[in-house]
């Protein structure tokens, strides 16, 4: 399972934006709401604690690190260096708005930029102070689904209650940092039966250092190299509209207390400086993982991190992981290279079901997979590629660049090929499905400010799938296209207006046509608007149209409308949020997708299908500079249903409520 | 006789089954403007959007009448009252619908205000009373809420949520949904006399209507409206007149297969 973490930086950014009372949040969300089309898990990333701390403690622009600067996504290389460049060549800053005379940094790149930074004189270089973090959260639905119901006949499906319960930790001091995490998910039981351990627990040590060794880490961590395309736990920026994002950068090793039960690494990774630029990354990893035995030698994984009913119970860490290799990276006049490899083997032979579609999936035990990589500027351009290789024979080819000839106007291109038998574990590239293999992807991407206060992306992606997928019994093309305008009324308000149009084939699910395959337009049409009424007070309103139309059967129609009312207190204490939405959709092919505000660390971009609307309230307060109080609440009412979810999710009634309270406490 | 009947029927089939469009919005400048009523601030706020009683500076009262196809029996009549107090805009208004086997009546009372120069809020209490010649009468509360907020000092912008907890008015076996409706529109100045609305309007259980409208004053003290809404395929006109301390609105609609709606409103401004 891919897992993209990188919403949460997003959505540290849209939080961060509410507080600063600024209006750049609209490519966010779409973000957001784009990657949970997808069906992609967020959830915390060691990025996100970094962006807590700067936006806390912001960075001095004057003693800013390159490291630092690339944990930016908004941030492009050429930026990067530009900015780096100018502090070289012209000193200290005096203010953040001497940015403007930084080659490529425009007032949307400063104005997101200001929550981070300041600008102070060399020697009071701002860090973050050493410290302890501790995150509780629980989360719970107010009615109870049949899954938890206990009858005459029968004990509840699922083994625990249906709270959801979080406890996460992070301890810094100095060099060294440890993290720890535990999380109970509804339906689970908060302590597992047979290792008397919370049902998931994570934790690390690591260590960090300028000297040869960089960084080690001891339990479990992440790992990103070059464009993700054999080896990231992390997230990808790779299939982001803004041309800026086409590109992903290498992360080193890093400890990780996420609440991702599958995708990390347990066990060691080092970062050894070998000599001038060269560094080394060895990594080793073993852990158990959840899957279910098909027969006594061939296993399928579970890939829900789920342990609620009686099998997800037994299938859980039943099967090691065993993952090692190395990664090296240089970088040589402008040219940054990286080179990997690694031995993944599982105990049992992984079998994939052999569907028509699956005939290339991958099935075994052991693979090897290697990778090069590079990126470099040339004038304005930033070119980068990696090339994959699944056991010396499949491979996996990306290759894009970017040319940003002025902050005003960006284009980038990327180009992504598949062999039909290309795996890779932990991999960070967006799909179209579940599996890569067998396809073809083309990616366009346009910025540009044709007036002063007028932005356009443009976005157009082409995909060929070289072989069936999943619900298409067809070799298939599809693609995606949007175009998005946003314009400043004032320094205060913001319109945007975008139209997504996606073209993609799926069989027919008419009786008489079974085995036909139709082309489906699925058109997205939106405005929102955003009025910053005083520092205190934002308003945001969005209106919403889908219309899902298949070639032989009738369209489906989808209204969303949405407004929030957001108050922040003059001394940032307190913070709510109230959004009331409607939706009218015919059928779940319209549905819309839509980003809402949550606890902090805590992600929600629900699918509005049916008939009905939607409150949220979402408070959060400060009560110290120690402890700081989280709330939320939301409420689906149906105007059309007796039931809401299906089989053991379902609720009896038309109305669901969900609340959520959390604690942050900060030493 | 036979026609009278039809149309009456199939005027309270079609639209909102119990409730009749009549008492949501009846008065002339809504009519005239195809409904784009979400970003005004007059004497029928009360109707468009409670936020727009929020900008009144002195007390106000106002009288309606509409009536649609020329048939009595389809006769919304109605009284609006502003009064600013030091706290905010406190209003209240009485609509009646009907005849004597249906008649509907909606009693409103709201407060508005101004937030800071440029945000108008408002929040209202509907009390909604239908009777049914044999089944007798049925009665319930509805909330009403709205925002106006001017972006720029031509671009104004209108939020209105009516019946956001989705009331229904039930008695014995019936269950009679009152229509929830949200509304967003955008009024720009883009001359110095002249206003563009447009606006989304959605009621729960139907389709949207996009309607759009130009008003401008032609004359001092003259002003002239023309509407269209897309989704019902309607033109509609209107004109106001100000004369001292008084506004006279009327409006006109046409229906195709029904024929004229026609409003008619007199206000009075204490202070003007």
Redesign the interface.
Known sequence: MVLKSFLIIILLLLFCHYLSGQNESFLIDDWMEMIAEEGIEVDWDENLDFFIKVSISPLNINAVKKEELEKFFFLSDIQIENLLYYLYENGSMLTIYELQGVEGFDDRIIDLMKPFFVVEPLKEIGRYNAGLNVISRFNSIVQTPRGYIKDDANDPVFAGNKQRFLLRSDLEFGNIKLGIAMEKDPGEVYVNNKTQLPDFLVGYAQYTNDSKIQKLVIGSYRLHSGQGMALSNGYSRSYLADPSNIMDRSKPVRGYNGTNELNYLNGIGVEINLWRNFVLTPFFSYKKIDASYLDSISVQLQLTGFHRTESEIDNRKRVGELMFGSIIKSCIKQVNIEGGFYHYRLNNSLLTSKKMYQYFSYSGESLINTWLTYSTIVGNVIMFGELALNDFSNKSLLQGFMWEPRSSFKFSAQMRYFDHGFYAPYQCVRSASVNNSGEERVVFGLYMKPFEKTALSLYHSIIRYNWLKYLVDKLSVSSETMVSVDRD??S??TIQIRYRLKQFMKNNSSEFLKLGVQSINQHQYRFQ?N?N??NC?N?V?R?EHSIYSPEISDNS?G?L?Y?D?VFTSKTKCLKTTFR?S?F?TDDYNSRIYAYEPDVLYAFSVPAFSG???R?LLNISYRFSRIFTGYFRISNW?Y?NRSSIGTGINEISGNDKTELAFQIRLSF | MLLKFFLIILYISSLTPIIGQGVLHSNPVSLALSSCDVTLSNEWSVQGNPAGNGSAKSTEFALLVENRYSLKELTTRGFSCIVPTKFGIINAAPFQFGFSDLNISRYTLGYSRF??T??LAGFQLNYWSVYISGSGYFNTLISDFG?I?S??PQ?T?G?H?FN?E?SSIEYQYYDYEIP?Q?S?GIGWKFMKSSTYYIE?E?E??S??NISNAVQSELYKGFIGRIGYSYSRNEISSGVGIIIRSFDINLGFLYHQPLGFISSISLAYNINK
Do not use: C, E, M
Request: zero cysteines; glycine letters at 6%.
């Open positions: 009324l004032s205060r308000s608007s009025y009424i005083s007070w308003v309103t209106v129609y209204w409308f407004q009312i009331y409607h009218d008939n009905g609307s409150i009412h105007n | 937030f800071g440029k945000v925002l907020y972006v720029l671009l912008i939020v949520l956001p989705q929830g949200i967003y989304f959605k729960y259980d389709s949207p």
